[in-house]
């Protein structure tokens, strides 16, 4: 069946005034938390409010939450010009720790998005070590993806990558997929025994154009094709935001893109980041965004792929 599009009026916009919520995470008792950054984590209540919680550690950027439903949080440092290190919080405690702030010697410096297998292993990004924005974007391949092992062991298992961004497990874990930022594509890497990726490959098409040199990123015509966040539906759909668009798609078990969510106006999806799924049934979407003031939720057409603490 075709994969329905999503109005931009069936979206509800919640959380009202948090401080660049790029990811959610929703645990399996139904609590709702979105990446803030004026805290660890902030928790979106029943009502559509949000309270902040534990101390900021950095620029919360991607989160997740692990099989004792702890949130595992990557810090961007480029937007501060500080650190991207690895954190993990937990709701039920208040501990708030650093996991890792580099790896075979490297300094992290924006870590991304960090997902996690049944086995326990943190796989995230670390986009770039570029200082600012434009040098992030200018296409150099300086970014990596590393494991952190639940034995305390690290390793850099894929690099030379163009901005990698989010990553998303296939249902089997057997293939870990790569949003290149400044490739405007996804790469697919096959997942090894011992922690280890095997080489990349790109995984259905190129997404859109990146800029010319001094094009104005608000007057582009929606094409941009800026790869962000990306996660699995229950019909292995992969979507995959274009925030520069104001745009989510969908590359189909095909290999085809297909458009789930635009708005060209930017007055409610605004530069869309991250998708995830909750709910008892796993069909409330919500969207983070790098831009917008708010998070946005709607009943999505499918039931999105649990996470480990969904299972």
Known sequence: MPLAPIPTAAFEKIALGIDRPEDVVVGADGRVFASDHRCAVAEILPGGAFKRMGPKGGAPNGINMDAEGRIVIANFGIYDREDGPLQRFDPASGVHETLLSEVEGRRLTSANYPVIDR????????????????????????????????????????????????????????????AQTSGADVLRFPVLDGARLGPGERYGPVLGRLMRPGEDVENHGGDLGYTDGVGFDAERNLWVCLPAANKVVAITPAGEAVPVIHDPSGKTVNHPTNVTWGGPDLKDLYIGSIRADYVLKARSPVAGQPHIHQL
Do not use: M, Y
């Open 119 to 178: 086995a326990g292993n943190i796989w995230c990004a670390n986009s770039t070590h570029a200082e600012t924005w434009p040098q992030a974007l200018d296409g150099r391949a300086d970014g990596f993806i590393f494991v952190l092992r639940p034995d305390g062991s690290a390793q850099v298992v894929a690099e030379g990558l163009k901005f990698p961004n989010g990553l998303a497990l296939s249902a089997d874990e057997t293939h870990l997929f790569c």
